[in-house]
């Protein structure tokens, strides 16, 4: 009976031993588990974070700089535009240079088309109009002798007007007449090298400006080329302190090139080719 009673007494001792250890599993396996889940949602989190600043540092990178758009080196150069003659011409006389005791018209009345009845100082000022918004866009500063056909202003009053203005450059608009119905095409007037009332070197600058819109009108036009014409007779060349030109669009005495002129097409050719001849100037001096 002693024997059978130890017997039951380690037995039972074993028991409690094998409970103990389990639940000591149990409890160092929860342990774990719980470590586990709180190293997990650290990885997690920290995965996240680094998730978020990597997508912030992407956005930073992506973000595009702006760009400042570079002034138009033209915003440099003002420019007069003179579309000459008006409304009513002015027949009273004025020196044709400083100091000249040789006078002519303060400014005549111009041609008119034979087709189209339009005045030269209407097509001259719808040519300048459009030039004026040219040059505009394209950056150059402009000063316009008119806007209107009603104004009374002599051809020194303008040359003096874009001389006080202290402008880099004169565009005279001008259109031609001849008896000479088939005469067409177009002209570029400049001064001579002998001329007495007007600055060495202006002259100089005011020939590559009329080479420069010489060769660009016909380029965008076209139209036949009359090459450039020596004038020291005229009074808005003798007065002017600046470079300067004159351009001659075309004949209104030709019906065809008449009715040419005035449309808007060949109106938009025209002034690319004086706005182009200008920028091309501009780049040599």
Known sequence: MKKLFALCLVFSL??????????????????????????????????????????????????????????????????CIDAGHQAKGNNSLEPVG????????????????????????????EVALKLQKELVKRGYKVMMIRTTQNVDISNAQRAIKANNAK????IRLHADGSTNRNMHGFSILQPGYNNRYMNKQIITKSRQLSACVNKAFA???????????????????NW??????????????????????????YQNKMVQGIANGLDNYFKKV
């Not at 400083?98 to 000022?125: D, F, H, I, R, Y």
């Not at 402008?167 to 004169?170: K, Y």
């Not at 965008?220 to 009074?235: E, F, I, P, Q, W």
Request: proline share 3%; net charge positive; glycine share 4%.
């Open 167 to 170: 402008v880099d450059a004169t």
């Open 14 to 79: 074993l028991l409690v031993g094998c409970r103990r250890t389990n639940d000591t599993h149990a409890s160092i396996n929860k342990t774990t588990v719980k470590k586990a889940k709180r190293k997990t949602a650290t990885k997690k989190k920290t995965n996240t974070k680094k998730s978020t600043s990597t997508k912030k540092s992407t956005k930073k990178k992506t973000v595009k700089k702006k760009t400042v758009a570079k002034k138009s080196t033209n915003a440099n150069y003002y420019i």
């Open 240 to 265: 002017s302190k600046v470079p300067v030109t004159l351009v001659e669009m075309g004949f209104m005495s030709n019906p065809s090139e008449d009715r040419l002129l005035s449309t808007k097409s």
């Open 98 to 125: 400083p100091g000249s005791s040789t006078k002519k018209p303060k400014v005549s009345s111009g041609t008119s088309g034979v087709a189209t009845k339009k005045s030269e100082a209407q097509l001259n000022l």
């Open 219 to 237: 380029s965008a036009t076209n139209a036949k080329n009359n090459g450039l014409s020596t004038r020291n007779d005229m009074t808005g060349f």
